[in-house]
């Protein structure tokens, strides 16, 4: 199998964040920045948050690109945490507001427990440290990633990642997030299309990735992302295989974080595989800005 290699790819960008979760550019300038690297249909997929989406619009609507409204819905399947992307949401749909509203206050609750964590090691104030850096109602392990870095404990956010944050390490929570059904159910009846977001990057095995699979489907779910700034080329074909077997459409998305902390620049993703069917085959308007 092929990767395409036109510029057209280039175009698209369905799965990025802002300031309203764990990104470094606020939504305006997310988008100005996705415009100067030549995507003309972006998708804001912020973390567990929509709050973002105006601006965006605004902006996009100022140079003429297509925003996509979108978000990445934290969950919680077999004790593994999984990321849906709903696109072409309804961002004032009640039930979604509501749903995601749940998650954020869980999030807070955990990052208490994260804080009490950290402080067990000797790192005190890290809970107001990692507020600093959430500029909306997020506040997620990137912020205290960024709090750990300033205050000396690792010379990178990537770093932090390794020795802080993650299971078995200081400042790690387990944490229940939403179930798949419900972030499915809102993400349907706020008339939007769910995708599996970078799924190479579940620890689930064999067997436990096929249950998934099938009960993300069974659930509505049709979406999945096949090229994603976080897969190799490797992980983009094997999902574009399971992608045909499944029956899924297939999304691309850079998962955008911002300068310096993001694993690809946008506009730099390949092309989905000639034999995928494209999440936005029926989006007129997309189609008609890509052709
Ligand atoms: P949370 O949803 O608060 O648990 O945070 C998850 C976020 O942490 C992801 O969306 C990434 O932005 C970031 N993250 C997770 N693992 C890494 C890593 N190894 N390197 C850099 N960022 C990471
Ligand atoms: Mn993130
Ligand atoms: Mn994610
Ligand atoms: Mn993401």
Not at 98 to 120: H, N
Not at 133 to 143: D, E, F, M, P, V
Request: hydrophobic share 40%; aromatic share 8%.
């Amino acid at each position: 199998m092929m990767l395409f290699t036109e510029a057209l790819t280039f175009m698209i960008d369905l799965h990025s964040h802002s300031t309203i979760s764990d990104g470094l550019l606020s939504p305006s300038a997310l988008v100005q920045h996705a415009f100067s690297r030549g995507i003309k249909v972006l998708s804001l997929t912020d973390h567990d948050d929509v709050d973002g989406l105006k601006e965006a619009d605004s902006e996009s609507k100022l140079l003429g690109m297509h925003l996509i409204h979108g978000v990445e819905i934290s969950v919680t399947w077999k004790k593994s945490t999984i990321h849906i992307v709903g696109l072409n949401v309804d961002s004032r749909n009640k039930t979604l507001l509501e749903g995601l509203a749940s998650i954020r206050e869980g999030r807070f609750e955990r990052a208490k427990q994260m804080a009490a964590s950290l402080d067990g090691v000797g790192i005190k104030g890290s809970l107001e440290g990692a507020l600093k850096y959430a500029k909306s109602g997020i506040l997620g392990r990137t912020h205290f990633a960024r709090f750990l870095v300033e205050a000396g404990h690792a010379k990178d956010v990537k770093t932090v990642f390794k020795n802080y944050l993650v299971k078995g390490k200081p400042g790690f929570v387990e944490h229940t997030w939403t179930n798949l059904e419900s972030a499915l159910s809102w993400i349907r009846q706020s008339g939007g299309i769910a995708a599996i977001a970078h799924p190479a990057r579940y620890d689930l095995g064999k067997n436990n990735l096929l249950a998934f699979l099938n009960e993300f489907k069974e659930l509505g779910g049709e979406g999945i992302e096949v090229i994603s700034g976080s897969h190799t080329t490797e992980q983009s074909l094997k999902f574009a295989r399971i992608a045909a077997e499944f029956e899924f459409l297939a999304s691309i998305g850079s998962d955008y974080h911002g300068p310096g902390i993001s694993y690809r620049e946008m506009g730099s993703l390949p092309k989905l595989p000639e034999t995928c069917v494209p999440i936005w085959k029926n989006w007129n308007e997309v189609n008609a800005l890509l052709n």
